[in-house]
């Protein structure tokens, strides 16, 4: 058995739209970055990477590189997902704390859990999703950025 830590953050930008664990969260702007700015997916991806020990998202997907420019998060975690196949491995417990002042999260918990299930190819019962505030502390407690801690648990049977 193996763990990954994974760990991601983005800033809120005016004019995008607010993506969430591969869903749509209703608010008035969305993550700024390279890509659709999906701290929950980056998160997992680098957990997986970890646990795997392979190249981390900045060296998969550089921001250097204008080819990956606004590429869905969806695609990176697929890309890992496919890594995680290749290896032989078989996840048994990812588990996600998401760091936001706002939007309230809870009422997406149900759709987050099952658009990552999906996207991994595991059971819902796998996954477990928890959102936090900072108590209006620093830059995520004035509402101006969104974080994004995971562990993943792996065997290869």
Not at 95 to 103: F, V
Not at 129 to 135: R, S
Request: proline share 3%; charged share 25%.
């Amino acid at each position: 058995m193996r763990t990954g830590l994974g760990f991601d953050i983005h800033c809120f930008e005016e004019g995008k739209i607010l993506v969430l664990a591969g869903i749509q969260i209703p608010y008035h702007c969305g993550l700024k970055g390279h890509s659709d700015g999906d701290v929950v997916l980056h998160a997992i991806s680098d957990a997986i990477s970890g646990a795997l020990g392979i190249e981390d998202i900045g060296t998969r997907f550089p921001d250097t590189d204008k080819t990956f420019k606004g590429i869905k998060s969806t695609r990176i975690l697929k890309s890992y997902r496919d890594s995680l196949m290749l290896a032989g491995a078989k996840i048994y417990n990812l588990d996600i704390i998401i760091i936001a002042e706002k939007p309230k999260l809870q009422p997406w918990y149900g759709a987050m859990k099952e658009s990552i299930a999906q996207m991994l190819e595991i059971s819902g019962s796998c996954v477990s999703i928890k959102a936090k505030t900072m108590e209006g502390l620093g830059e995520i407690g004035k509402g101006k950025a969104i974080a994004c801690f995971t562990s993943i648990l792996i065997d290869f049977p």
